[in-house]
Structure formats: C-alpha cells, structure tokens
C-alpha cells in the first residue's frame, strides 16, 4: 500500500489534482492559507450591477477619461487601486453598489470631493469607488431652522444655497471641498452638534435613520468617534439667520520671524484662556513667502560652499470678525503694533471668504490634486510660546534644507468655543471640548 501512495504516477496525479481544486475554488480549499479573490469582468459588473441602479446613474473603469476624472484625489497618496467607479443616480444607488461590493468580497469606499488626506485610503486594491457628488441636493425646511442636504453636498456650495436665503451654519474645516474652518463655531458649536437626523448606509448595505430616537447609539457615535460607522446619503442640519449681517472683516499681517514670541503671547491675550469673543476667530501659518521672507547663509555640505539664497519662514496671520472694521479695530489694533512686514484688510460677503481670504475655496490651485499631502493635528488650551520658538526652528530647518518640502507650513487655529462649550459633552463622541485651539 505504501508503495503505491508514493508511486510517481499516484503522487503527480494528486498534485495536479489538487492544483485543479484549488484554480477552480481557491478560497473554499484554502480560505485561510491563500484569501485569492479574483475581481469581475467590467462586462460582468456593468451586467449585474448596471441594470440594479437607478436611471442617471453611472459607471466608468479604467482607461475612460470620466474615471481618471473621478479616482483622482486631492493627496496622490490616498488614491489607491479602484477597479470601478459608480456615480449614483438616488440615493438608493448607494446601497445598492455597497451590497453589489459584498457579493464579491471587494472592498469599497464612499467620498465626496475626494480631499481626505490619511494614507490607509490608499491602500484600497480592486476596490468600488462610489463618488457621491451626485448626492448634492439643499432644502431649507419651512421654518426656517434646518436644512436637509445630500451627503455629496461641499460647504462652498451650502452657503451659497443658504445665503440666498440670509441663513447660515456652522461648518469645518480643512481647504478646498470644505472651506476654511468654525467662523461660527462662537454661536452655534460643533459641526457635529447641529446634526439633527442621518440616513446611512451600513457596511452591510442596510439603509438607515439615525438620530436621537433612531438607533441613537450611533447617532452618539457617528458625532465624533470617527469615520468608519458608515456612509451618510443626507442629512438635517440645523441652520440660523445670519446674526450680523453677511460680511467678514478681515485682516492679513505678515511677521519677521523675530517677531514671534510677541505675536504669539498677544495671541495668547486675545484667547483669554478660552475666552475668545464669538464673532472672532484666526488663523495662522509657519510658511514660506519668498517675496517677504529673510535671506540667509547656510552652508551646503554636499557642494563645500555657503548657499545665501535660502529663505526664512514667516508668520502669517489673519484675523476674521464678523461685524464692521470700526468694532473689530479693539482686536486688530495689538497686532498691528508689533509692526508686521505686510498688512491689508478687507470685508467680503462670508460666503466667498475662502476663496478671497486664503485661497482655498474651489478651484484655487491649492486644492489641485495629484501631489502628496498629509496632515497631523494637536489641541491646546494655549500656545506655549517657547515651544512654537522650537516648532519653527525645526520647520525652518527643515523647509530650508530639504526643497521638496517647501510646500509644507505649520498651521494654527483659533475660535471662540463659547457655542461649543454650551453642549452638554456626555450628547455625543466627540471627545476634546476642553481644547481651545488646534495646530
């Protein structure tokens, strides 16, 4: 018996055998050992999941211009490997690519206008994208408090809608799809604060409510303890009248680097630890400007020589009011006394103050993909004024002597917290409301 187990003919037709099973069914002989998952056919996704969506819909794969178009992030880093996009038609259609995604055990991933920056989104391989921008429906409520907008929606966008109506809301953050960060944080809180009801898609393809009496454990979790609970197809958010009017005062000073410890300890007056009024906030950046920033001489190991065309990082700060130059110059004023190398002012309607203020609304080239970002945060309850010495001299050096990285900066945030302390800190996730500023 022995001699025929391994008789070279019994042994070559096991092993080809097995070799067959496992071409035909790798993942049932070996789900643990080798979890091969072999992607469909454009023909085949386009059959089964193309007739499923409603009409409006659509959906491109590789090779077409429309999904280069779609794929393309603001941080090249967080593209990852797509094997399909789907543009929905309805709402409906999300669930409908997220279970269509599940029956063939591809990963998939819901975005909007494409600027997350963490890396782990790029490490998404033959994955459903489904591009929500679709989803960008604005309804004001009756009353006048609320809004019910899609999950494709872009704050650019929102205030627009909203200010045709003199209203306005909170919103955050970061540039370009999502505008420049908590003007009003001061009088109506958190983002996440002013959710009123959901509509989500879980990982399952379930379609949801979620709110305070709607599965409201995640309508807790969903405002503040991260991302990943599952996609929002709309949502109601509360929405107010414009308390003074729709234009921001604002300022731009540019500071020497010398200037440093005294613009940040009159930061520090102005914050008042946490005190700041609400119609006030501010924004500042470590960055380099080559028209104002100081030359120095550094010397060049590689080349053996001293290089004196490398220029310092400066400070640039502004200031935002909502209200009239005359009732923001008490706050202005103390900046404007340490003699900053450049200073403007200016009053825009609040809806365009990403765009003229910083730069960084829609379509500035800021917010042009194709190039790697990444950012990393810290709250504070005040700045340590010896400590941002330190941060700048590491990023000074690190700016002057590495030119791939002259694009990086150093941002800080200041807002008033007042709205956001008024809420009850047990209503939801989010878990930092005794930080007053974040870097």
């Known amino acids: 018996m022995f001699s025929r ?17 496992l071409l035909y069914r790798p993942q049932r002989f070996l ?4 979890p091969i998952n072999f992607p469909p056919s454009a023909s085949k996704i386009q059959a089964d999941l193309g007739p499923k969506l409603c009409q409006g819909a659509e959906i491109y794969f590789p090779g077409s211009p429309e999904f280069g178009e779609y794929t393309e992030r603001w941080s090249a880093a967080a593209e990852g490997d797509i094997l399909v996009v789907v543009l929905p038609g309805c709402q409906r259609d999300v669930a409908t690519a997220v279970k269509f995604a599940n029956s063939f055990n591809l990963p998939f991933l819901a975005i909007g206008r494409g600027h997350g920056t963490p890396g782990t989104l790029g490490t998404i391989k033959n994955g459903v994208l489904i591009k929500i921008t679709s989803l ?15 999950g494709g929606v872009y704050v650019d966008q929102v205030l627009a809608k909203l200010a045709e109506s003199n209203k306005v809301c909170e919103k955050r953050a970061g540039l370009c799809s999502l505008s420049i960060p908590f003007r009003y944080i001061g009088y109506a809180g958190l983002i996440s604060d002013n959710i009123v009801e959901m509509d989500v898609v879980t990982a399952n393809g379930s379609e949801i409510k979620v709110s305070a009496t709607s599965n409201p454990d995640l309508y807790w979790g969903m405002r503040g303890a991260g991302h990943n609970f599952g996609i929002v197809t709309k949502f ?47 924004y500042a950046l470590y960055i380099l400007n080559p028209s104002i920033s100081p030359k120095v001489s550094i010397y060049d190991a590689s080349a053996e020589k001293e290089s004196s065309d490398i220029a310092q990082p400066v400070i640039l700060f502004q200031l935002y009011y909502l209200g009239t130059p005359d009732e923001a110059l008490p706050y202005v004023q103390p900046f404007l006394d340490l003699q ?14 990403a765009h003229e203020a ?6 500035d080239p800021v917010c042009a993909g194709g190039s790697t970002k990444a950012f990393f945060a810290a709250g504070l309850k005040r700045y340590n004024v010896t400590a941002n010495r330190m941060v700048y001299e590491v990023f000074s050096e690190m700016v002057t002597h590495v030119p791939a990285l002259n694009g990086s900066f150093v941002q800080f945030e200041t807002y008033s917290v007042e709205g956001m302390n ?15 500023l974040l870097v």
């Not at 190398?341 to 825009?348: L, R």
């Open 31 to 34: 789900p643990d050992l080798l």
């Open 358 to 363: 910083t730069g960084t609304g829609v379509g």
């Open 422 to 436: 008024a809420v009850d800190e047990a209503s939801s996730a989010y878990p930092h409301r005794e930080d007053n």
């Open 5 to 21: 187990i391994t008789h070279p003919a019994f042994v070559a037709g096991t092993f080809f055998l097995a070799l067959a099973l």
């Open 340 to 353: 900053p190398a450049s200073a403007s002012n200016a009053t825009t309607a609040y809806k365009n103050l």
């Open 236 to 282: 109601q958010y509360k929405i107010f009248d414009y308390p003074k009017g729709q234009d921001t005062y604002y300022v731009t000073y540019i500071f020497t680097e010398d200037k440093l410890e005294a613009f940040f300890t009159q930061l520090n007056r102005l914050i008042n630890d946490g005190n700041l009024p609400k119609d006030i906030s501010s």
């Open 136 to 150: 960008d429906s604005i309804d004001i409520a009756a009353d006048g408090k609320t809004a019910t907008m899609g």
